[in-house]
């Protein structure tokens, strides 16, 4: 089993920056992917970015140029920096792992971007 916990969403107005944490139960040494992924009631869940193990990243389209993710593998934590965020980027943030073939979610932490 995998427990995530992410923490670091908020209220920020259109502009400003905010930086997501989520902090991994196992080693990630020991973990394929990661990444986030967000929700906003009534739409699809979006695919935010992910990060491999070697450190390859990709991003959705809406947040290229924007986001940044990053994984520090001895404090087993991920971070999606968000930067230059607009409404359209309020959501809850969850983070993933995939680990032993399976994978894992964390509760999600709410990011909400005011005009």
């Known amino acids: 089993q995998v427990q995530l916990v992410e923490s670091g969403g908020g209220l920020v107005q259109a502009g400003g920056s905010l930086r997501l944490s989520c902090s991994v139960s196992?080693?990630?040494?020991?973990?394929?992917?990661m990444g986030w992924h967000r929700q906003v009631p009534g739409k699809e869940c979006e695919l935010v970015a992910s990060i491999s193990r070697g450190g390859g990243t990709n991003y959705a389209a809406s947040v290229k140029g924007r986001f940044t993710i990053s994984r520090d593998n001895a404090k087993n934590t991920v971070y999606l920096q968000m930067s230059s965020l607009t409404p359209e980027d309020t959501a809850v943030y969850s983070c993933y792992a995939n680990w032993n073939g399976g994978n894992y979610w964390g509760q999600g932490t709410q990011v909400t971007v005011s005009s």
């Open positions: 196992r080693s990630s040494f020991s973990i394929l992917g």
